[in-house]
Structure formats: structure tokens, C-alpha cells
């Protein structure tokens, strides 16, 4: 199975100020990455599917990039209401595996 | 709006069995592969089963394996997941998910609100 794995594990970032979220894969998962937010004590929700693609309805302040085996997830000007874990998560193949998660302070 | 509302869940004993189901609305049931993945307290996300489209082709993670079974009544929109022989590091939430699309059927888009599984004597 793929391992998929987060830095860092915790980031604290100020309001308005960019936070730059880093994920690798064991091996190569082309752009097949998904990245999650997940705000305490509520269920996931798809941010950015093959690796740069946003989800409906997520704002222009999230954006992926990245391919093979290294992905990016950039919280352009972070508001409060973006505390939460982020998760990514390849498609690539069963089983699709998820990251450990990072979580964003404020 | 697509809604997905999971029951089933509770206190069971180890060796113990539970059913969790996951009613579908908002959207053409049938038509997406769904899925099931669970997240332990404090813990990241686990993916664990997938069914797709009229019952097809299933995939179950190792840890889960000769153990759950994924189903689905597409008439009654309704997702299964039969769970026996159930062990302490299976207690979790359980989230039941939607396919964006069919060609990636681990591809994720719309998720329940969970049921809690505590497995303990």
C-alpha cells in the first residue's frame, strides 16, 4: 500500500498570513491526490481533488499543486474559520490512503 | 443538496457484531460507488470498504477483511456495512462517503456525520 505522509504535524499561522501544507507519497500517484478539512467535531469535506483542482464551493484562497509524489496544499490568507485538520489522500489505487493529517492553529 | 445519515452504531462487546446502514438522499443513489471510512479517537482518517455501482466490484482494506462486508439497496438508497468479530482498534467513527466520480471510486466528495462504534466488555 502507498503510505502517504504529512509535514508538519501542527502549523500555527496568524490571520492573513499564507500557510504552505506539505504531503508525500511512497511512491509516484501521479495527480491523483485529494486533500480534506476536517473542523473539529465535523465530518471531512473535499477541498481540492486531483492535486489542484478545487471542490465545489471551496474558496480561491485554497490551492494544490504538486504531482508524482510531492503535494502542496496553500492557504493563501488564512482566516479564522480555517482551523481544522487538513488530510490528503491518494486515488491512485486500493486502498486509497490517507495522510495523518496536519493541524492549523490560529 | 446530497445527504448521507449513518446509524447502526453503539456499544458491542469484543467478538460482537453490529450493522451500520447509511441512508442516501439528494442524489441518484445508484449511480455512484460509496464507501465507508472510519476515524479512531485522535486519530486520521482509515479508509476501510468501497461497493461500486449496482453492487459491483467491492475492495476492502486488510484490516477489515473476512470481517465487514459492504453492500447497498439502491431501491431503499440505503448503504450496509456488516461488521462481525469486532476488536478493540475497530471502535471509530464511521463516516459513510459518495464517489465524485465513478472512475475514481475512492475520490470523496460528499461524507455523513458518523456513527460512533465502541467495542468493550
Known amino acids: 500500500e502507498i503510505v502517504m505522509t504529512q509535514s508538519p504535524a501542527t502549523l500555527s499561522v496568524s490571520p492573513g498570513e499564507r500557510a504552505t501544507l506539505s504531503c508525500r507519497a511512497s511512491?509516484?500517484?501521479?495527480?491523483?491526490l485529494a486533500w480534506y478539512q476536517q473542523k473539529p467535531g465535523q465530518a471531512p469535506r473535499l477541498l481540492i481533488h486531483g492535486a489542484s483542482t478545487r471542490a465545489t464551493g471551496i474558496p480561491a484562497r485554497f490551492s494544490g499543486s504538486g504531482s508524482g509524489t510531492e503535494f502542496t496544499l496553500t492557504i493563501s490568507s488564512l482566516q479564522s474559520e480555517d482551523l481544522a485538520v487538513y488530510s490528503c489522500q491518494h486515488y491512485y489505487m486500493w486502498p486509497p490512503t490517507f495522510g495523518q493529517g496536519t493541524k492549523v492553529e490560529i | 443538496e446530497v445527504q448521507l445519515l449513518e446509524s447502526g452504531g453503539g456499544l458491542v462487546q469484543p467478538g460482537g457484531s453490529l450493522r451500520l446502514s447509511c441512508a442516501a438522499s439528494g442524489f441518484t443513489f445508484g449511480n455512484y460507488a460509496m464507501s465507508w471510512v472510519r476515524q479512531a479517537p485522535g486519530m486520521g482518517l482509515e479508509w476501510i470498504s468501497s461497493i461500486s455501482v449496482g453492487g459491483g466490484p467491492t475492495f476492502y482494506a486488510d484490516s477489515v477483511k473476512g470481517r465487514f462486508t459492504i453492500s447497498r439497496d439502491d431501491s431503499r438508497n440505503t448503504l450496509f456495512l456488516e461488521m462481525i468479530n469486532l476488536r478493540g482498534d475497530d471502535a471509530a467513527i464511521y463516516y459513510c462517503a459518495k464517489a465524485l466520480t465513478n472512475q475514481f471510486r475512492g475520490l470523496l466528495d460528499s461524507w455523513g456525520q458518523g456513527t460512533l462504534v465502541t467495542v468493550s466488555s
Open positions: 511512491q509516484s500517484v501521479s495527480n491523483t
